[in-house]
């Protein structure tokens, strides 16, 4: 919000202090705090000195760190989650759900491109915008999905006579399974996979959450996920069974969900990640106090043929099945660059018949050629035979034709040394295409032999996931 001269010479004569110094002086400390207040509006914190003749204010940036210009852009993108809110119910597909469409989250977003500052900065900023802005709950949840903001308030579970069916939110499993059929005729999982990384590196990243705010966030955090996707799909008069539809899904593939979690666990364990290995570490059969006095059963890493893991024998696995995806990985690239020289040679080929092809084209068109000219020639010599006058212009023919006859015969050799030459080098290209398919071949069982000899690893990697999907789980 600009504030001018003009603009605190009028706020002075509203106040009928513009020409009275003690009158000023008197109202000064409330005209200060009133000009705090009015930037505050706008989540902007300002220094002011006033005085009867002028004003100064120092703002504070957003991050005194940052250039001006990325604080008029933050501030900017203030005025635009303001308008959001003040216009709150346009932007409440559900109750309990705030959905910023594509068009606006663009905007938002691309005043931080324009200044060359990445997604990550832009995000972080932005939720602590909103956060801010919308006044949320520490229970709230912002995510940034399928090209949306959405803010996602936290509801309390909903209260059911008792003995009720409370699974779906008080839907039938009839109506929740036809729901379900209708909307993922193929099952839901591609759909939820698409954005399940995401999900967990935004909201259950590794490398930052503790097992305490896991435990408490996972469930709420899959589920406004999967809120978000139905809303995508379902119709506008299904949306009142989106709570119940998720409670489905969420059952469907809670497994599948935690598996994929547990192999992400993973993936930082593979690369030492510090929070992550405290993270597997806190992974024990122990009974500890929390800050509140409360006793909390923790459960070990035990997978399905009851032998426990800890952190030691993790990481052991995961170094053996990291240079086991290397060895795969990298037999994988012999077998593309073997592929490539074999449709190198495909292409070689593929020209050198088309080469050889042309040629004798040439060739047969040569011969015509020579047989038509042949027939001239023949033909000229029973005229002159037949002419016992000196007939210079048949002699004249004559001596054209023969002169033809030598550069078709020169051009006859020519072609034929080309097609020769082809020949011999197709024979070559096909023998070096038959050696490359050997290799290929070669390659391709390498490959097979490496992934059987790390089966066990491979085994035992999927072991341990399921384990630490299972404990995930456990609350």
């Given at each position: 919000m600009d504030f001018t001269l003009e603009h605190y010479y009028k706020l002075l004569n509203q106040l009928s202090v513009s020409d009275n110094k003690e009158r000023f002086n008197d109202k000064k400390g409330a005209i200060n705090k009133a000009l705090i207040t009015y930037f505050s509006q706008t989540h902007q914190t300002i220094d002011i000195q006033t005085s009867l003749d002028t004003f100064t204010i120092k703002k504070h940036f957003i991050d005194p760190s940052r250039a001006e210009a990325f604080d008029r852009m933050t501030h900017a993108n203030v005025s635009i989650l303001l308008d959001i809110l003040d216009r709150k119910e346009e932007f409440l597909p559900l109750p309990y759900?705030?959905?910023?469409?594509?068009?606006?989250?663009?905007?938002?977003?691309?005043?931080?491109?324009?200044?060359?500052?990445?997604?990550?900065?832009?995000?972080?900023?932005?939720?602590?915008?909103?956060?801010?802005?919308?006044?949320?709950?520490?229970?709230?949840?912002?995510?940034?999905?399928?090209?949306?903001?959405?803010?996602?308030?936290?509801?309390?579970?909903?209260?059911?006579?008792a003995g009720s069916d409370n699974r779906f939110s008080g839907e039938s499993v009839e109506s929740m399974e036809a729901?379900?059929?209708?909307?993922?005729?193929?099952?839901?999982?591609?759909?939820?996979?698409?954005?399940?990384?995401?999900?967990?590196?935004e909201k259950l990243n590794f490398s930052v959450i503790d097992n305490i705010t896991f435990t408490k966030t996972f469930i709420p955090v899959f589920r406004s996920m999967i809120e978000i996707l139905l809303l995508d799909k379902v119709s506008e008069e299904d949306r009142s069974k989106i709570e119940g539809q998720t409670g489905f899904i969420l059952r469907q593939y809670f497994h599948p969900i935690l598996l994929y979690t547990a192999k992400n666990l993973l993936d930082f364990v593979e690369n030492r990640?510090?929070?992550?290995?405290?993270?597997?570490?806190?992974?024990?059969?122990?009974?500890?106090?929390?800050?509140?006095?409360?006793?909390?059963?923790?459960?070990?890493?035990?997978?399905?043929?009851?032998?426990?893991?800890?952190?030691?024998?993790?990481?052991?696995?995961?170094?053996?099945?990291?240079?086991?995806?290397?060895?795969?990985?990298?037999?994988?690239?012999?077998?593309?660059?073997?592929?490539?020289?074999?449709?190198?040679?495909?292409?070689?080929?593929?020209?050198?018949?088309k080469h050889k092809l042309e040629i004798m084209e040439k060739l047969d068109e040569i011969e015509t050629m020579v047989s038509e000219n042949d027939k001239k020639i023949t033909e000229l010599k029973r005229q002159i035979a037949d002419n016992t006058d000196d007939n210079i212009a048949l002699k004249s023919e004559l001596k054209n034709g023969h002169d033809l006859y030598s550069e078709l015969f020169k051009l006859k050799k020519n072609y034929s040394t080309q097609l020769e030459l082809t020949k011999n080098r197709l024979t070559n290209k096909m023998s070096e295409l038959a050696q490359r398919h050997k290799k290929l071949e070669y390659e391709k069982k390498a490959l097979q032999s490496i992934i059987e000899q790390t089966a066990s690893v491979k085994e035992m990697y999927e072991l341990i996931a399921e384990a630490i999907s299972l404990v995930l789980a456990k609350r």
């Open positions: 759900l705030v959905s910023i469409p594509h068009p606006i989250r663009t905007q938002i977003i691309e005043g931080y491109s324009s200044i060359n500052e990445s997604m990550e900065v832009a995000r972080y900023f932005t939720r602590q915008q909103i956060d801010t802005i919308f006044a949320l709950d520490e229970r709230d949840i912002i995510f940034f999905l399928q090209g949306k903001i959405s803010i996602r308030y936290y509801t309390p579970p909903k209260k059911f006579p729901m379900y059929r209708h909307y993922f005729p193929e099952g839901a999982w591609e759909d939820i996979e698409t954005i399940l990384g995401e999900v967990i590196e990640d510090k929070n992550a290995e405290s993270f597997v570490k806190y992974f024990t059969d122990d009974i500890i106090i929390d800050g509140a006095g409360n006793k909390i059963q923790k459960f070990a890493i035990t997978d399905r043929r009851q032998q426990k893991w800890n952190y030691s024998s993790v990481v052991s696995v995961m170094m053996q099945y990291k240079q086991s995806k290397i060895r795969i990985a990298a037999q994988k690239e012999s077998i593309v660059s073997a592929q490539e020289r074999v449709s190198e040679s495909q292409n070689d080929i593929s020209t050198e018949k």
